[in-house]
């Protein structure tokens, strides 16, 4: 009897040490969710930086527009310097004036590109990311606030562009958000690979260091 009382014992400890590591489980997750973790706070600091972009670009870009339509004058183009010009036109398509007529499907388009930057942003704690993402965004605003506010139907609105290069389809401060913001994400998305390809490399002789010992002091 007194065997099967010890083997009950035992029984009885190791279900009460299960219970108690599942709480040391439980809280961790906790902290590692709790609003002081380092990765959390990166990650809401991402946010709030891309958020800020987003902001100034569509502020910018609507009091640029705004300037436009009040101090230009549709086909009378005024010269600034080399064949830098104001050149106020109104644009149904996408960006820089390509594909007149479209305007619907664009607007479609900005909307879930807006939803997918802003999921990706979340996965992300780069700070160049955050900015990159927060001129695309706040350019797809920018351009889709034309589409929804300038027309007399949802999404047929038109897109006001007054920066003329004579060289280069006439565009606006919402366009270049998103031409810049999307050249920064592919570099910056190059630049985390390659970063991502020499860790692994670094990391590679150091694990293959630490198994030989480990079968060595074996």
Known sequence: MTGSDDSVDADVELDNGD???APDSDSAERVADSPG??????RRSTLLLSAAVVVAIVVLDQISKRWALHALTLGEPRHLVWTLQWNLTFNSGMAFSQAQGVGPYIGAIA????????????????R????????VVGGAIGNL?????????WLRGHVVDFIDLQWWPI???????????GV?????ALLEGRAAQRAHRNASPTA???????GTNS
Do not use: E, Q, Y
């Open 19 to 21: 219970d108690d590591a």
């Open 37 to 42: 973790d380092p990765v959390v706070r990166a």
């Open 111 to 126: 909307l879930v590109v807006v939803v997918v930057m802003l999921v990706s942003l979340r996965r992300s704690n780069s």
């Open 128 to 135: 160049g990311s955050a900015v990159a993402v927060g001129m």
């Open 145 to 153: 606030a034309d589409r929804l506010f300038r027309g007399d139907a």
């Open 171 to 181: 565009f606006n401060v919402a366009d270049m958000g998103v031409t810049v913001g």
């Open 184 to 188: 920064l994400i592919v570099l910056f």
């Open 208 to 214: 293959a260091a630490k198994a030989t010992t480990a």
